[in-house]
Every structure is written in C-alpha cells, then in structure tokens.
C-alpha cells in the first residue's frame, strides 16, 4: 500500500511539474484518500463466523465478526448461576430478619439474636453485590469476543475466514467510513501563498457532484520533489507541498486512488 502511493504521488508530481504552464492558476492535481479503520480484536482466538462481506454498508455498533468463546460462554453461565443463589439467599435472610424483628418487638426474641440475623442480611446483600459484578465482568468478557463496527461505512476487505487464528490487535475487517475519505493534492511552491487551512476548493472528478466543494484541512511544512531534482533557487519551481481537504458534503461520491482537480475558490473581497 505505501509502495502505491509512492509511485501514485510521484506520478502526480511528475505529471504537474511538466503540465505547469498549462494548468490554470490556482488549480491542482491530487486523489482521493482514504483513512481506513481495521476492527481488530482484544484477545486472540479463532475466528467463528464472520457477519460481512467486501462491499457491505454497515452502521455503527454492526457485528463484524465473532470469536470462539466456549469458555467465555460457560463462565458467564456460572456467574449467572451464582447471582441467582446469591439474591435467593438475601431473600431468605430478608425473611428472616423481618420475622425475628417482629418477635423481638413481641419480647419473643434476643436483641442478640436480632443483630445476628441483622448480620447476616447485611453479609447476604454484600455477596449479591459481588455476585452481580462478577456476572458484569463474565459478560464483558463475552462481549470482548465480538468484533463490531466502531462508525458506519464500506467493508474494504475481509481479512480472515472461519476457523483461522486471529491474534490480539491483529486487524480481522477494515472498511472506510465516509467521513474519512479526503482529498489530497499538490501545491507549487510559487502558489503556497495562495491558500491557507480553512480555505475553501471545489473537485472536479468523474461522478463527482455539480458545486462539490471542500476545506482544506492540512498543508505539509515541507516541500516534496521527485529525484534527480536537485534543490536549488532554479528547481524551487519544482517543488510541490502535499495538502488535504475534506469534503463538505457527499464524501462517498469519492472512491480512493481516483484522481481529483481541485480549484481554488478565492475569498469573497468585503
């Protein structure tokens, strides 16, 4: 992938250096791009089904894929099982100490014996409390074995098929959420002047939308030149600055690596 958008830039690069005086003022060459995001999961195991395909739309929250989870499953159970004793068990100790709390006001029964019983409700209640903690975590762990879409998008690619090994942090989908499809281009040296971050830009692409308009978000420091340019006062007009604008409106009408004119739309003059 990066070997791509080398020889990508450096075809673009190439292509505007020797179009210069042609190409109208203060209109650049550039491609769309995209910013994927590779769902990965928390804990390694093995892949048990995947929910997608390549080319889906999914929303964010979406199942993407799901991991063996056996153990998971049988843990959560246990823990499940062990709140259900454990809310019996207040019960009854509740029972209990509303029982003995009528007899004692009948002089039936010990203040000790009240507190005793008042104990015991209070230890009954604790370990409900822990019991249901314990239960969170179990499905927490659980959940951690579903990998879901963290925004809506495109899935990209599928990475792995069931019954492979997915290690931790080892990514298993990656798609493209719309809003993070930008457009990069290349400034001359001579033009840097001309545009600042916040500036406005319309792109003309194929299928791109009529008045599609962008703000340009970022523009590099440092000036980018293929070789065997050497730097020098005469080759100053060979250098281009990468930038990158974000579409108002409409990203999904680009696809990645399509190639992008942008214009610059000047300041309205107060």
Known sequence: MMRL?????AGLAALLLTACDERPKDTWQGYAEGEYVRVAPIDGGIVERIAVKRGDHVESGALLFVLEKTSEKAARDAAAANLAEAKATLEETQLDLQRKT????????AEAELDTARARRDRAGAAMLAAASGLDQA???L????GRAPAGGIVQDVLFRQGEFAAASQPVISMLPPENIKVRFFIPEAELGDVGQGGSVTFSCSGCPENFRGTVRFISTEAEYTPPVIYSDRSKEKLVY???A???RSPEALRPGQPVTVKLIPPAVP
Request: charged share 40%; glycine share 0%; proline share 4%.
């Open 102 to 109: 009528a007899l004692q006001k009948q002089r039936n029964v």
């Open 246 to 248: 974000m579409p108002d």
């Open 143 to 146: 959940r951690r074995r579903e």
């Open 139 to 141: 499905e927490w762990r």
């Open 5 to 9: 958008r080398s020889l990508l830039f």
């Open 242 to 244: 990468m930038a990158e």
